[in-house]
């Protein structure tokens, strides 16, 4: 009888866990190359995700990690980095506490953010340079892009700074450094970089 019970779980465990993988497999299926997605479609795959990937955007509590989202992006040599950029501005989020109210401004960024990726190809240089480095002559190229492109402003305007893929422990310290220092920065134009965050 009590073999029976077990088997009985594993079963149910087994198809818990089928569930899950498809429900994860039909998300990133959606989400791929950095897509944004409609609510409703997530919400189709399985009620109450959107929800789950709103806490991990941002938090209503302003003193909270948040504000932001996530970009992964993989190099031509095989390298990895996570590109972070700033939904609002910073002073108006701090402001912010209805819910509802984010997870509609946070859709609208997620759709322009995919327009503008779009738009310059993914290219992901010219986004993360700093401008001291655009003025030097070898990047003169991006910096005429940045002049005429619309898309290539908004993107490099909300560009908070990238992660490299290190080990996982340094990624995601760097991680939550990076989101520390969102909540923490004053000035829209402030960036992060791994120079500046705490050893």
Known sequence: ??????????QKSKHVFEG?????????????????????????????????????????DPGMPGNVVAMEA??????????FFR????NEYRQKRDKSELADITSEFLIKLNRCMLEINFRREPIYLTDEKINQPSYSRYRESIRQIPYL???????????IHGSSEQWEKDVLDLMQFNINARDNGEKWSKSLSRE
């Open 1 to 10: 009888m009590e073999y029976i019970s077990r088997t009985d779980e594993i």
């Open 20 to 60: 899950i993988l498809s429900v994860i497999r039909k998300a990133a299926e959606l989400l791929k190359d950095g897509r944004a997605a409609k609510k409703t479609d997530l919400e189709n795959i399985f009620p109450g995700l959107w929800t789950k990937l709103e806490e991990r955007l941002y938090s209503p």
């Open 74 to 83: 993989s190099g031509d040599g095989g390298g990895k980095a996570t590109y």
């Open 87 to 90: 939904i609002m501005d910073r």
């Open 153 to 163: 402003q908004t993107l490099r305007k909300h560009f908070i700074g990238r992660v």
